[in-house]
């Protein structure tokens, strides 16, 4: 049976909360050289949007961890498939996240990069899942709080659909 999508954040909703979170950025980091690191794939959507809203300059990484594949499920294994190719050491860095669920993935990932040394290591997500956590993991700037749901478009997919729809949905 084909997916069904039910509309969650509409193009307007989540132009708004972009529009906010890259005001809240641009302020902390007004006289800081700030590095965004795009987690791959789901937040090149967000990251590109993200820094055409924020009024300071910034550099622009990307990582690559393993995602869920075909699944809905974190496996809570995760590897690093690209990492960063600059050193952090003494920069302000600043991780640019689709979704935290279980917090497994971003728990893996904040250890991995505090290990190169960054002089502070923050973390933008576009949608927080927090009662779904297994592990605490700290997000600094949240676009949307969810519950329950899995949820595509705006760069996020599932089985590597979606990733092209302008707003965000819930798979039922
Ligand atoms: P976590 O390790 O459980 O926190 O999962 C984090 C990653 O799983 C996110 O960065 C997404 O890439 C993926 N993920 C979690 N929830 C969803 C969802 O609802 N739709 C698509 N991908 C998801
Ligand atoms: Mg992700």
Redesign the pocket.
């Given at each position: 049976m084909a997916a069904e999508l039910k509309l969650l954040f509409s193009q307007q909703e989540i132009a708004e909360t972009v529009t906010k979170l890259a005001r809240e950025i641009s302020a902390d980091y007004a006289d800081k050289q700030l590095i965004l690191i795009g987690?791959l794939k789901?937040?090149f959507v967000f990251l590109a949007d993200l820094i055409r809203a924020l009024t300071i300059p910034v550099e622009i990484e990307f990582i690559r961890i393993a995602?869920?594949g075909a699944h809905?499920e974190?496996s809570g294994e995760?590897k690093i498939k690209q990492d960063v190719e600059i050193v952090l050491e003494g920069k302000d860095v600043l991780v640019v996240?689709?979704?935290?669920?279980?917090?497994?993935?971003?728990t893996f990932l904040v250890d991995h990069l505090r290990r190169k040394n960054p002089s502070s290591l923050k973390v933008c997500a576009l949608?927080d899942?927090r009662t779904?956590r297994?592990i605490e993991?700290q997000v600094d700037y949240t676009g949307f709080v969810m519950d329950d749901?899995?949820?595509?478009g705006y760069g996020?997919?599932?089985n590597e659909e979606y990733r092209a729809l302008p707003e965000i949905f819930v798979?039922s």
């Open positions: 987690v789901g937040a995602s869920y809905k974190s995760i996240e689709d979704i935290v669920d279980t917090g497994l993935s971003l949608v899942k779904r297994e993991a749901g899995f949820i595509v996020i997919d599932f798979v």
